[in-house]
């Protein structure tokens, strides 16, 4: 036995759902595995590719599609880094966006994980097949309601990791403890409620995230986490705009 593997992104083939239109088949959903295959002949494998090719055809090209131009690599990186900061401010913007528009009614602020971000971005063209590397997951972005001693006990966790990707926030964490932190540059209240974004997956308590089991509410967007990344980098890209991102000390050392 051994595993059929094919170049990038292709081992989605076997577990893609794709639905038609006037414009071509496009992807409706995914589901990443492996294909297993007893490769005592060839054969097997010869009769695997033809099956898969048409479907292959069109993934390829769809995940090929440039999205938009980064400036420099994004990569993951402790308490701070710049591509945690750029996808936390994406996701907090696209999800705003969505909640509640009429009432001018917003989170406060945009927590996620880095194990969530599992690829980082190259320099140069940004494609499509990039954010599915990135973002491979279903995921779905929530928006929380908590009190502030709940919040609290999320500063401190993030500060026990030694940072998470954020925005809206300024922390300072010493001694895995959050020292310091600022809402929106306002001083963070522990007896007010305050709204975050996240995704479904930690706001159920994945990644030992228990605190968000004691939400005051859960309300789902019904948007992936990936769809807000490859919409914001669309809609950036059709303004002209690359990707450039600063880091700005959002999270850092308290002396």
Do not use: W
């Amino acid at each position: 036995m051994h595993l059929f593997r094919f170049s990038r992104l292709n081992y989605f083939l076997l577990a893609i759902a794709l639905t038609a239109c006037a414009g071509g088949m496009h992807i409706a959903s995914v589901q990443t595995s492996y294909l297993e295959l007893n490769s005592t002949s060839t054969n097997e494998d010869s009769t695997a590719i033809k099956i898969i090719q048409p479907y292959k055809t069109v993934v390829d090209k769809e995940m090929s599609e440039v999205l938009i131009t980064s400036s420099q690599p994004l990569a993951k990186g402790d308490p701070e880094g710049a591509l945690g900061d750029f996808v936390a401010d994406l996701i907090l913007k696209q999800g705003n966006s969505k909640y509640n528009p009429t009432d001018n009614l917003k989170a406060d602020f945009c927590v996620l994980n880095n194990g969530g971000l599992r690829n980082a971005l190259p320099k140069g063209e940004i494609t499509k097949g990039h954010v599915f590397e990135l973002m491979p997951f279903e995921n779905e972005i929530v928006v929380v309601t908590m009190t502030g001693k709940k919040i609290k006990e999320l500063f401190d966790f993030i500060a026990a990791k030694g940072g998470m990707p954020v925005s809206g926030l300024k922390l300072g964490i010493k001694d895995k403890v959050c020292t310091k932190a600022e809402v929106n540059g306002a001083a963070f209240d522990e007896n007010k409620n305050y709204k975050l974004i996240t995704s479904d997956y930690l706001a159920s308590g994945g990644d030992k995230m228990i605190f968000f089991k004691e939400a005051i509410s859960i309300q789902s967007l019904n948007y992936k986490l990936r769809d807000a990344i490859i919409d914001y980098m669309k809609a950036e890209n059709k303004k002209g705009n690359t990707i450039t991102v600063n880091t700005d000390g959002r999270i850092y050392y308290d002396k």
